[in-house]
């Protein structure tokens, strides 16, 4: 039998910006909105967004700059533009509320939004990420993606640079998942070679700090909260971990064994964990 909701690509006009998104699963179940890390896009979640859309509809977003959503000002690839244009992409979808799932930058983005637009989130999942980061984790992360060549010569070599770079987040995936992984990262280029389909100002542009302080963000979500967290993470400490949960009137902590930032969620623990968390 033919699915009867298949994986959609929709765009969006959304705060002066043309956004794309994924789309799964039958529009009128409860919706779940999934934001990748910082130099991620929105098929890092194809595992575990199929296997969520048998219950939900699921979109999982590219964040400006990133995967098919179009590049904006080099100024603005900031924590408060993205929450900016989430609120802009929730409006033009017309969803009322909605849970909220982010990975790494995307779990920053998802404290942010649900403390500015609570009204709008019925619960969030902060994946490996805290309103403190380890210091150990930050420097690698901005190493790999401030110091990434510009090109590759085939796609052998991109699959190399993600088992080299992101060991912590793939080294426990089969190469054929790796493999997918890395290819929605990149395209071919005219002269051949794959280029980054990322905006190169992303890795170039320093960090602007969001305007709410993040532990202050973090206190004033009111919906209950699932933080996830890498057993292996050298960017989530188990201590600013435990901190968030005592923080938060309603939250749970889950880690997940043998994985680092960040988990890809199809992990076993992670994938029930999110599965009995939005009930």
Not at 89 to 107: K, N, P
Request: hydrophobic share 45%; with cysteine; proline share 8%.
């Amino acid at each position: 039998m033919a699915d009867l909701h298949p994986i959609r690509d929709i765009f969006v006009e959304a705060n002066s910006l043309r956004h794309h998104l994924i789309a799964r699963g039958a529009p009128g179940s409860p919706p779940v909105m999934m934001i990748h890390g910082l130099a991620g896009q929105a098929h890092v979640f194809d595992g575990i967004a199929n296997r969520l859309a048998q219950k939900y509809h699921v979109y999982c977003l590219d964040v400006r700059g990133r995967g098919e959503s179009a590049w904006g000002p080099a100024a603005e690839y900031a924590i408060d533009t993205y929450v900016a244009d989430l609120e802009a992409v929730r409006d033009a979808l017309r969803l009322q509320r909605f849970a909220l799932i982010g990975t790494s930058m995307g779990g920053l983005i998802t404290m942010q939004y649900a403390a500015k637009y609570p009204e709008q989130v019925d619960r969030a999942v902060i994946n490996d990420i805290g309103p403190e980061i380890d210091p150990t984790g930050l420097a690698r992360i901005l190493q790999y993606v401030g110091g990434a060549p510009e090109m590759f010569a085939d796609m052998k070599a991109v699959i190399r640079y993600y088992k080299d770079h992101y060991a912590p987040m793939v080294e426990h995936l089969p190469d054929d998942q790796i493999a997918d992984f890395a290819r929605y990262n990149v395209r071919k280029s005219d002269s051949g070679v794959y280029v980054w389909k990322m905006d190169p100002a992303v890795r170039s542009t320093p960090a602007t700090p969001p305007s709410v302080e993040p532990w202050q963000a973090l206190k004033a979500m009111t919906c209950p909260v699932l933080v996830l967290r890498g057993a292996k993470s050298d960017v989530l400490s188990r201590e600013i971990a435990d901190r968030m949960v005592e923080a938060l009137p309603d939250a749970r902590l889950v880690e997940v064994p043998g994985v680092g930032h960040a988990p890809v969620l199809t992990e076993p623990v992670a994938a029930k964990a999110l599965e009995d968390f939005l009930g």
